[in-house]
Structure formats: structure tokens, C-alpha cells
């Protein structure tokens, strides 16, 4: 228990430690916004008290901006569910942590937001799904109702049973039927044949992949931005435009030596900062 102590209050002094790193360096930038998105309220002319109420609303403004900010809601409430696991004596809630892996690599975020961003195609599709597990269930409910175990007896549970086993069983709905009920070897059922294999082809088979085609086609355009932004940072001079070979090629220095001499990016921006 000591040491579980320990690593809580790592937890709680390393979270605030960041929110509290990020706060010094991004503060003073939404602070700048702020006021120039408020320069004219500010420099209107007023007494003194009204003179501290506008700085105190343009400080407010600041600060808002700044607690909704994704990374500082995330990190202050890595530390609040750390001080809760730890104080509170709950663990459980350490479990939280664990998704700063998606923080420190990109690759975990693009995974998630593969997901996110084809979101209206990805619900469309679930609608089209549900709609054809809806139409079985009615077949279901007309033809098949005795086979599913009284769970079939009106459309409310026709439907959650069918939709259910479809993606459950091993085979779909179909093959949940046939581990539950008895065939007769004597008598083949072509409308449960036909019944069974349009399930398990349309809802198991197609409307799955369509769903996993539409996440991966997503992920795979995002790996490529990013490997495509990440060679056009190494490959290419940001000043000039030349490429590594071509410098290379027509040069006798290294593409290294280049970007670090002949074009440093940071002395264009000093030099872009002193005019100014």
C-alpha cells in the first residue's frame, strides 16, 4: 500500500507539474489573443473602476480560453482521477492514465481519430445496418418466431434478439438457431436456408467489412499525410524548396550542411522578427 501511495503522488505532482508547464507557455499567447481581440473595449475611455472591470473580463476571457483547451482539461483531469485513486483508496480510476500512450505517439491518435473523422459515413452505415437487421427481424417475427426461444413473442425483442445473435453467434442468427434447436434430418427448411445465409452474407460479411473499409481507407490516407508531411520536413529545404537530391547533386555539401548554414530556418525568423 506504501508504494501504491508513492506512485500516486508521482502521478498527482507529474500531472501538475505539465498543466502548470503548459500554462507558462501557452498562457501568455492566449493572453496576447485576448487582448487584441479586445483591444478596442479596452481602450475606450472610462474611470477607474470600469477601467479594472474590462481588464478583469478580458483576464476572464483568458482564462477560459485556456481551461478549454483539450490538453489542459485532459491533464487536470489526470491529476483530479489521480488524487482520487490515491486519497480515496480507488484504483480503479488509475486505469485513466493508461491512455497516455495516445498522447506520446501520433500513430495511437490517428488510429482513434480514423474512427472520428469519417464519423457521418460511419453512422449512415450503422443506419443501413440496422435497417437490414430490422427487416430480418421481421421475417423473423412472421416465419421463424417459435425458434428463438420465446424471445421472439413481439417486434420489441424479435429485433434485439436477432440484431444481437447476428454479430454474437458463430454463423450469425442462423447459426445460433442451429446450436438451439433440433433439425430434422428428414425435412430440409430452404426458408431457413435462405433466411440464415442472407443474414450472415449481408450483416456479418458485407456491412462489417463496409464498416472496417471506411476505418482503414481513413487511416491509411492519414498515414500517408503524415509520412508525407514528415518527407517534405527532411527531403526538402523549407527555404528554398530544393529537394535533398537535387542540393546534393548540384552542390558539394550535404543537404545537412544546407539547412543548417545556407538556409537556417531560425535566423529567416529572427531576421522576419527584428523587422517587425
Request: net charge neutral; aromatic share 18%; hydrophobic share 50%.
Amino acid at each position: 500500500m506504501q508504494v501504491f501511495f508513492i506512485c500516486g503522488i508521482i502521478m498527482i505532482v507529474c500531472s501538475t507539474f505539465v498543466v502548470l508547464f503548459f500554462l507558462l507557455k501557452k498562457g501568455p499567447l492566449y493572453l496576447r489573443e485576448a487582448w487584441r481581440e479586445n483591444k478596442e473595449f479596452i481602450e475606450k475611455k472610462a474611470g477607474c473602476l470600469f477601467q479594472l472591470i474590462k481588464y478583469g473580463i478580458v483576464m476572464l476571457k483568458c482564462i477560459l480560453r485556456v481551461l478549454m483547451n483539450v490538453q489542459v482539461i485532459y491533464y487536470l483531469g489526470y491529476g483530479v482521477l489521480a488524487f482520487i485513486a490515491t486519497l480515496v483508496k480507488l484504483p480503479f480510476f488509475f486505469c485513466f492514465h493508461l491512455t497516455e500512450f495516445l498522447i506520446r505517439y501520433p500513430t495511437l491518435r490517428n488510429i482513434l481519430r480514423s474512427a472520428w473523422v469519417p464519423k457521418t459515413q460511419l453512422a449512415l452505415t450503422l443506419m443501413l445496418v440496422f435497417l437490414i437487421a430490422y427487416f430480418f427481424a421481421i421475417v423473423a417475427y412472421v416465419f421463424f418466431g417459435d425458434l428463438y426461444d420465446g424471445r421472439c413473442e413481439n417486434m420489441y425483442y424479435c429485433f434485439f434478439e436477432t440484431f444481437d445473435r447476428t454479430f454474437k453467434a458463430n454463423g450469425g442468427v442462423g447459426g445460433w438457431i442451429i446450436d438451439n434447436v433440433d433439425q430434422d434430418p428428414k425435412n430440409y427448411d430452404f426458408g431457413r436456408f435462405a433466411f440464415d445465409n442472407t443474414n450472415n452474407i449481408l450483416l456479418v460479411m458485407i456491412a462489417m467489412q463496409i464498416l472496417a473499409g471506411i476505418i482503414i481507407d481513413t487511416f491509411g490516407e492519414m498515414r500517408d499525410s503524415e509520412h508525407e508531411k514528415l518527407t517534405d520536413i527532411r527531403e526538402i529545404c523549407f527555404i528554398c524548396g530544393f529537394s535533398r537530391e537535387y542540393i546534393e547533386k548540384n552542390s558539394d555539401q550535404e543537404f545537412s550542411q544546407h539547412i543548417r548554414g545556407d538556409h537556417y530556418l531560425w535566423n529567416y525568423l529572427y531576421y522576419l522578427f527584428y523587422i517587425e
